[in-house]
């Protein structure tokens, strides 16, 4: 969505609004009419209409119908059940691209209507806070459309998600910004030659007419901008990694036996990540293969998505592919387990992902790390002026979300932790970085979070020494290395570099 120059209506504001209407009611000033439905959100600078203030999402339970055209719109239905946290007269759900057919709250037919990228739910009786909810919103998921607006992906054989940033409420209702984790729930109809997986792992699947049922279902809560559900022409390959952890790849069925030589390479990736941060935290992992041009590659939950390019165009070297393949899985410590509480907190995901995918091919292609950071601290000053510094990115451009995505994100902020590392020694380092992924498992934290966990790492503070490289519109001087320069950017030039490959 365009980003507007109004200020956005924030949680807080919205609160504040609902007491006062309620107030007045009783007071009889005015009359029980609401005023009209309006798009609302949480306030996140950089999508100030994502998510929706007044509850908290527990669980999603979403049934998809598929037909077998992935042009066509597939029927849904998407349960979820709420928690209140203030008095809801309306429930605003994040929704757009898909055509609304009914909407249930706790078995009672609701009013409601779509404005913007919302669909406002009006119950038949107002939710008090505190109280459970339970919504049922009957309609089609369309994967049709621009392939760079997020959501479904078009592949050669079927569908999958790509949801990142704020894509997945062109798929599904709900409140789509990670801030709100939840528990999901899949259960998805195909073509019974077609092969569906999910987030999770498989529950159960029935045939009846040529038409087979998949059930999956997560054990640790998600953002929905890490939902996934491919359905196609595909081969599930099943190995075993670091504890008798379940790995399964998704392949397309004609690319089985190209892709074993890569696939097969994962066990000893979740290893070598163990050995640097800790357990893995998911019930299981895989890759999915999508045979799609998506110019990126995306880590939804316990399935990283990748192109098929990636594997199959010939000119990479393999060092790079298994180091963009562990970028993605580092994802599942920082980003989908540990999630950013708010959407400038991004540098967290990127530039951890980024530091363990140069440290990779450090260790298992002697490409050095420090030569990459220092090319990094050579562009620093041109990321910053194009982008903004890590901690505090500029917002996407208008109708490009995708371009929030930009190398002072991850380079850039892979930088920050090279200069952390520098500062505060490999040891307290690596300390710091096993336990950032063990005491936030599964919940959100924010880059004051970050900080705080690095003074107690350090022994002191080092709120003044991190805000520079985080909030600086300059890049500060690098420990133990004072002959690095950055390079200046050109003057008047403030135009952002295209988007990287990865996310």
């Known amino acids: 969505m365009s980003l507007t120059s109004r200020a956005p209506r924030t949680a807080r504001t919205s609160r504040r ?12 000033l005015i009359g029980a009419t609401l005023p009209a439905p309006q798009p609302l959100g949480i306030g996140d600078p950089l999508f100030p209409r994502l998510g929706n203030p007044g509850y908290d999402v527990l669980t999603y339970d979403i049934a998809l119908t598929y037909g077998g055209d992935n ?14 946290t203030d008095r809801l007269e309306r429930v605003n759900l994040d929704f757009t691209h898909g055509t609304v057919r009914s909407v249930e709250v706790d078995g009672r037919p609701a009013a409601f209507t779509l404005t913007g990228e919302d669909l406002v739910i009006e119950p ?19 994967p049709a459309g621009p392939k760079d607006a997020g959501g479904w992906v078009r592949t050669a054989d079927g569908l999958a998600m790509a949801n990142q940033a704020d894509a997945a409420h062109r798929v599904f209702p709900g409140n789509d910004h990670p801030s709100d984790k939840a ?21 159960a699947r029935s045939l009846a007419g040529g038409l087979r049922t998949w059930l999956y279902r997560g054990t640790h809560p998600m953002a929905t901008e890490l939902a996934q559900v491919s359905i196609g022409r595909s081969t599930v390959v099943r190995r075993t990694g670091p504890h008798g952890l379940p790995v399964r790849d998704v392949v397309p069925s004609a690319d089985a036996e190209r892709m074993e030589t890569w696939l097969k390479r994962t066990p000893a990736h979740l290893e070598w990540m163990e050995e640097k941060v800790g357990r893995y935290p998911f019930e299981t992992y895989g890759v999915l293969v999508a045979d799609a041009d998506t110019g990126f590659e995306l880590e939804t939950q316990t399935l990283s998505l990748f192109e098929r390019s990636l594997f199959t165009r010939g000119a990479l070297p393999s060092w790079y592919i298994e180091s963009i393949m562990v970028h993605e899985l580092a994802h599942h410590w ?3 387990s540990v999630s950013p509480h708010r959407w400038a907190d991004l540098w967290l995901n990127e530039g951890h992902a980024t530091w363990y995918e ?13 030569r990459r950071m220092r090319q990094a601290y050579v562009d620093s000053d041109r990321w910053r002026a194009a982008g903004g510094p890590p901690a505090a990115p500029r917002p996407p451009a208008a109708g490009q979300k995708i371009s929030l995505f930009r ?3 991850y380079d850039g902020s892979a930088l920050v932790l090279y200069a952390l590392r520098q500062e505060i020694g490999g040891r307290a380092f690596e300390r710091l970085e096993r336990r950032w992924v063990t005491e936030n498992a599964h919940v959100t934290a924010s880059t004051a979070d970050f900080v705080r966990l690095a003074s107690q790492e350090a022994g002191r503070d080092m709120s003044a020494f991190l805000k520079g490289w985080l909030y600086g519109e300059h890049t500060p001087r690098m420990p133990g290395h004072p002959d690095w320069r950055s390079k200046a950017p050109a003057k008047g030039s403030t135009k952002a570099p295209a988007p990287a490959a990865k996310r």
């Open 17 to 28: 609004l609902r007491v006062a209407l309620v107030a007045a009611a009783s007071a009889g």
């Open 71 to 84: 042009s066509k719109p597939l029927d849904a239905l998407t349960k979820i059940d709420a928690r209140a």
């Open 124 to 142: 038949s009786r107002p939710v008090a806070a505190g109280e459970r909810m339970h919504i049922a919103v009957a309609h089609t998921s369309d």
């Open 183 to 203: 528990y999901f729930t899949f259960r998805v109809t195909a073509p019974e030659d077609l092969t569906v997986v999910a987030n999770g792992r498989p529950a």
């Open 334 to 336: 920082f980003g989908n």
């Open 358 to 370: 140069a440290l990779y091919a450090e260790e298992t292609a002697g490409q050095p790390l420090e």
């Open 407 to 409: 190398p002072v994100v």
